[in-house]
T-cell receptor, first 120, second 114 residues
Framework: GAVVSQHPSWVICKSGTSVKIECRSL??????MFWYRQFPKQSLMLMATSNEGSKATYEQGVEKDKFLINHASLTLSTLTVTSAHPEDSSFYICSARDARQGRAIRYGYTFGSGTRLTVV | AQSVTQLGSHVSVSEGALVLLRCNYS??????LFWYVQYPNQGLQLLLKYTTGATLVKGINGFEAEFKKSETSFHLTKPSAHMSDAAEYFCAVSDGGGYNKLIFGAGTRLAVHP
């Protein structure tokens, strides 16, 4: 089946620094990646959608200059939290999809294992 | 616009009892519906999905769900709960049908007690 590897699984950083989270599809080509944020005991909120080779589409209220998304290849998308602050502490989860015809039906969405970000 | 409502943020059952987690959706197009399970500090694992065809969908770990268009529901059931089923469960609908971005419900935490 389709596998998505997300790293790191947890990270602690100092306020004001930047953190990069990687989401890698291991055995399929992820033409589309979704990035979610999850607060404790809450649901997943979509932050942005990225298609390989094009700019990400951010959801309303998400600062695109703060949460930089790069989807430069069919197997890798990255989320960079710039100038992190304690309020950015959260659980971030990526999801990948092979949107080419016929493949989405087979694989649907595949989620990474998540990244716990703590900003101190 | 699509939306999902999960009735009951917490459900508690005895081991061996029936599990019923409720999900109602709103969609202006034929929906693609999903149930996911999440264990603490982990990503989401797909339990089952409905896209087209048979309305009774069987998933992993003994779970199943039935798509009822007339009731706009997609409730998740399991005949006999196991301790390992304790987790957070999310119902989701794809935005605009197909495999577009997912809209998640608020989640239901399932507790299973001996």
């Amino acid at each position: 089946g389709a596998v998505v590897s997300q790293h790191p699984s947890w990270v602690i950083c100092k306020s004001g620094t930047s953190v990069k989270i990687e989401c890698r599809s291991l055995d399929f080509q992820a033409t589309t990646m979704f990035w979610y944020r999850q607060f404790p005991k809450q649901s997943l909120m979509l932050m942005a959608t990225s298609n390989e080779g094009s700019k990400a589409t951010y959801e309303q209220g998400v600062e695109k200059d703060k949460f930089l998304i790069n989807h430069a290849s069919l197997t890798l998308s990255t989320l960079t939290v710039t100038s992190a602050h304690p309020e950015d502490s959260s659980f971030y989860i990526c999801s990948a999809r092979d949107a080419r015809q016929g493949r989405a039906i087979r694989y649907g969405y595949t989620f990474g294992s998540g990244t716990r970000l703590t900003v101190v | 616009a699509q939306s999902v409502t999960q009735l009951g943020s917490h459900v508690s059952v005895s081991e061996g009892a029936l599990v019923l987690l409720r999900c109602n959706y709103s969609s202006s197009v034929p929906p693609y519906l999903f149930w996911y399970v999440q264990y603490p500090n982990q990503g989401l694992q797909l339990l089952l999905k409905y896209t087209t065809g048979a309305t009774l969908v069987k998933g992993i770990n003994g779970f199943e769900a039935e798509f009822k268009k007339s009731e706009t529901s997609f409730h998740l059931t399991k005949p006999s709960a196991h301790m390992s089923d304790a987790a957070e469960y999310f119902c989701a609908v794809s935005d605009g049908g197909g495999y577009n971005k997912l809209i998640f419900g608020a989640g239901t935490r399932l507790a299973v007690h001996p």
